[in-house]
C-alpha cells in the first residue's frame, strides 16, 4: 500500500515562493503518473499540475501556467511542485496524488493527507 506524504506547506507573502514535496512509501512510483491538486473549502478539488510516469510530459491549469514547475525523481520516490509569484488566489490545501494521467481526481488512486498553502495579500 503506497503512501504519500506533503511537505512544504505554510504561510508566505503575495509574490513569493514556496517548494512543495511529495514522498512516497510502500511502494515504487515509477510506474505511475503523478499530480497535484489544490482545495479550498466549499470547493471541489482542483488539478493543479500533472507529470508522466517517466517526467517526460507535464500538464498544468491554465491558472498556474508559467509560474508553477511539477517535477519528479524515481530514484527518491519523490515529487514535487516549485510554486513561483504566489498569489491569494492560490490558498488552499495541496494534495499530491499517484495513479493514472489527467486532470479528473478519479484518475488517481493515492493521496497524501495535504498541506496547507496560505498567500498572504
Known amino acids: 500500500q503506497v503512501q504519500l506524504v506533503e511537505s512544504g506547506g505554510g504561510l508566505v507573502q503575495a509574490g513569493g515562493s514556496l517548494r512543495l514535496s511529495c514522498a512516497a512509501s510502500g511502494g515504487a512510483i515509477g510506474n505511475y503518473g503523478m499530480a497535484w491538486f489544490r482545495q479550498v473549502p466549499g470547493k471541489d478539488r482542483e488539478f493543479v499540475a500533472g507529470?508522466?510516469?517517466?517526467?517526460?510530459?507535464?500538464s498544468y491549469a491554465n491558472s498556474v501556467k508559467g509560474r508553477f514547475t511539477i517535477s519528479r525523481d524515481n530514484a527518491k520516490n519523490t515529487m514535487w511542485l516549485q510554486m513561483n509569484s504566489l498569489n491569494s488566489e492560490d490558498t488552499a490545501v495541496y494534495y499530491c496524488a499517484l495513479g493514472s494521467t489527467g486532470s479528473g481526481p478519479s484518475a488517481y488512486e493515492y493521496w497524501g493527507q495535504g498541506t496547507q498553502v496560505t498567500v498572504s495579500s
Open positions: 507529470i508522466t510516469w517517466s517526467g517526460s510530459y507535464t
